[in-house]
């Protein structure tokens, strides 16, 4: 059921969502302040990719003092965004019942959004 999903979720805006995030992470990294950014667009990107079957658990060094000055950078710069797009497209995804899963999949891909430092993928 996940390869289903995933192949319908890249059919239907997923792979170019994805893109985006994993092209403008790669441009983000061309700086070296950059790079920490960069690497979470990446990985919000590979997440974008293949939703379904893939947990968001926070790492197991997660909570020290820089990732958390990262995170409220990202928030402030990239993040709220992020999210808010996310959110709006699962409530209107939700609005139909064939939707729910795929809603499901854009709200579980808001907290990654707001803070994606200290959480990884499994």
Partial sequence: MNFLG?????IFGGFLTGLGYILGGLITCV???GIPFGMQAIKLGVATMTPFGTE???AEDSGGSLQ???NMIWLVLFGW???IAHFVHGL???I???GLPFAKQHFKLVPL???PFGQELR
């Fill in 81 to 83: 965004e992020i999210a």
């Fill in 113 to 115: 959004a707001l803070f």
């Fill in 56 to 58: 968001i658990t926070a």
């Fill in 68 to 70: 958390i000055i990262f």
């Fill in 6 to 10: 995933n192949i319908i979720w890249l």
């Fill in 96 to 98: 139909t019942i064939i």
């Fill in 92 to 94: 209107i995804l939700a």
């Fill in 31 to 33: 700086t070296i302040i």
